[in-house]
């Protein structure tokens, strides 16, 4: 089970919705806004900015984060979609 970390609980925050580790085994952490699920984001299978931290360093996951909104770029500002969501969740 994935456990959100501090800054991934206070992006969340700032977004006024809530986070908590999702109940599907193929994501990282469900979100819920007024109490209702809205999406699970984060594929349990591959790091997130925070991993990358932990395990690399600042200049490798800086590197890993401009790589990864390039590559969600086209849906990563969708507003309220999953992609806007694991953007500025788990890659702010």
């Keep these: 089970m994935y ?3 501090k800054r991934q ?5 700032k977004l006024k919705v809530m986070i ?3 109940n599907n085994e193929k994501k990282k952490l469900s979100v819920y806004k007024n109490g209702v699920k809205v999406a699970d984001i984060g594929a349990s299978g591959y790091m997130d900015y925070d ?3 932990r395990h690399f360093g ?3 996951a800086n ?6 909104k390039i590559r969600h770029q086209k849906y990563r500002l ?3 979609t999953p992609a806007y ?7 702010t």
């Design 3 to 5: 456990i959100p970390s």
């Design 9 to 13: 609980l206070q992006n969340a925050m």
């Design 20 to 22: 908590k580790p999702s």
């Design 51 to 53: 991993m990358y931290l």
């Design 58 to 60: 600042k200049d490798y």
């Design 63 to 68: 590197e890993r984060k401009r790589l990864y």
């Design 78 to 80: 969708i507003k309220d």
């Design 85 to 91: 969501y694991s953007d500025r969740i788990l890659w």
